[in-house]
T-cell receptor, first 119, second 114 residues
């Protein structure tokens, strides 16, 4: 298993440009998520998905779009990049936590990250 | 509001000495607590979790953590630190009904000196 893969590893954008960060997992995980990591702030949830066709917003969704057409892929789109989006982005996946099943809060598997700089 | 605090930006320990990385939380309902580690230029790796049951949880690489409900804490510990333990450690919580939405602390950098 490759686990969770992310491309590209590094990207430099100019303000206003758009791009898509790719994320794929080969573990048949239903739950996938995107985080951004900024110094001194830990990781913050951007968007998440509990299965193909189902997405929802996290803590900091503004400026980002997602879609989930397959179980394996969960791309993150920046429609008009801003310097405030300079960050390291991590994709993660895990088995979901069905309501009422507290034993199913499973650990998340993280990709290696994408370092994005917006000038 | 649900939150996690890691009060120390950095912890310095001599190799062979015990280490503690502190974490406190504030959530409504039952917390589900996690520790992750991040090595340089890598993604996060899962260390251990507390869901229910025994308050002392054992995890990967000899780490353990103790859930203390009265103090709302979940400190990470290891009896004997290794230089290779040097990394960034994150505490995280899922609150009841949070559906795998992890809330992370700001992270604590652990430096183990030879």
């Amino acid at each position: 298993n490759a686990g969770v893969t992310q491309t590209p590893k590094f990207q430099v954008l100019k303000t206003g440009q758009s791009m898509t960060l790719q994320c794929a997992q080969d573990m048949n995980h239903e739950y996938m998520s995107w985080y951004r990591q900024d110094p001194g702030m830990g990781l913050r949830l951007i968007h998440y998905s509990v299965g193909a066709g189902i997405t929802d917003q996290g803590e900091v969704p503004n400026g980002y779009n997602v879609s989930r057409s397959t179980t394996e892929d969960f791309p993150l789109r920046l429609l008009s990049a801003a310097p405030s989006q300079t960050s390291v982005y991590f994709c993660a996946s895990s088995y979901p936590s069905p309501a009422g099943q507290i034993s199913s809060y499973n650990e998340q598997f993280f990709g290696p990250g994408t370092r994005l700089t917006v000038l | 509001a649900q939150s996690v605090a890691q009060p120390e930006d950095q912890v310095n320990v001599a190799e062979g000495n015990p280490l503690t990385v502190k974490c406190t939380y504030s959530v409504s309902g039952n917390p589900y607590l996690f520790w992750y580690v991040q090595y340089p230029n890598r993604g996060l790796q899962f260390l251990l979790k507390y869901i229910t049951g025994d308050n002392l949880v054992k995890g990967s690489y000899g780490f353990e953590a103790e859930f203390n409900k009265s103090q709302t804490s979940f400190h990470l510990k290891k009896p004997s630190a290794l230089v290779s333990d040097s990394a960034l450690y994150f505490c995280a919580v899922i609150f009841s009904g949070g559906y795998n939405k992890l809330i992370f602390g700001a992270g604590t950098r652990l430096a183990v000196h030879p």
